[in-house]
């Protein structure tokens, strides 16, 4: 193979890519038998089945028992607006994740108290084993789950407060700047780290995608005078949502 040729299935891959994309195989057609790629490119059984792999992992096409492999319908992404740490006073946990102000979506959640693994003891600064409270969302848009959110709250800043829990007492529900304000923790600033990863078999079963499907996750915290009194991931299906940042010119 010469220098910058691809592999062979990748070719194929390429080709089938382009076909799905220009509707020559529309959404919900099957895409040729392994036997029929073969026979159309000249190439082997092995470099067939690769290529549908690709495309697998590339969530164009998916697998269904028994009955082949088929071109999936690609939904045009909707945008989730981020804008920073100050939303509206009262700001739901919904409207904390998104800063649209139309958005009015629902969610669930449930919150327990337990030890700081080393990864989260590092984020909020604490030592691992310190005491936190862990709180799971599920976001959603007109009945559609759209967002996971699963965040941590060192219990040395809000034990024994009115907000210890977030989702109870006469704050719950509201946003983590109004809550600590109300404990006289002043938000003064957040950071957001935004990556992509093959979504969970538990994230999956929840958000509605199948195997191999890439989720966004965006790693947030709060800082109070440089102290860290939130962290949290939000996970969101990458082929369905695009993110955009509104960031404020000082």
């Given amino acids: 193979m010469t220098f910058g040729e691809q592999p062979a299935y990748l070719r194929v891959a390429s080709d089938l890519r382009e076909k799905i994309a220009n509707g020559s195989l529309p959404p919900h057609t099957r895409l040729p038998s392994q036997a029929r790629i073969r026979e159309e490119y000249g190439v082997s059984d092995t470099v067939a089945l690769e290529a549908r792999k690709v ?3 590339e969530g164009l096409v998916e697998g269904r028992s028994g009955s082949g492999t088929y071109v999936r319908e690609r939904p045009v992404p909707r945008r989730i607006a981020r804008s920073g740490y100050r ?3 009262g700001a739901s946990p919904f409207r904390q994740e998104q800063a649209a102000e139309e958005a009015r ?14 990864e989260i003891a590092a984020r909020l600064g604490i030592e691992p084993g310190e005491r936190v409270m862990r709180t799971r969302y599920v976001f959603r848009d007109a009945g559609e789950p759209m967002m996971l959110s699963t965040s941590w709250e060192p219990l040395a800043v809000t034990g024994r407060t009115p907000v210890m829990l977030p989702e109870e007492g006469p704050l719950g529900g509201c946003g983590v700047v109004e809550r600590m304000a109300a404990i006289e923790v002043v938000v003064d600033n957040v950071v957001e780290e935004v990556t992509a990863r093959p979504g969970l078999a538990e994230e999956l079963l929840t958000l509605g995608g ?8 965006i790693e947030r915290t709060y800082y ?4 860290a ?7 969101v299906p990458a082929d369905r949502y695009k993110l955009a940042y509104h960031l404020p010119v000082r």
């Avoid at 109070?224 to 102290?227: E, N, Q, V």
């Fill in 229 to 235: 009194v939130e962290t949290a991931d939000v996970v």
């Fill in 55 to 57: 495309l697998m992992a």
């Fill in 105 to 118: 979506g629902t969610w669930e959640s449930g919150s327990e108290q337990e030890r700081a693994s080393a």
């Fill in 210 to 217: 199948v195997p191999g499907h890439v989720v966004m996750v």
């Fill in 224 to 227: 109070a005078s440089g102290r």
């Fill in 87 to 89: 939303p509206s006073s």
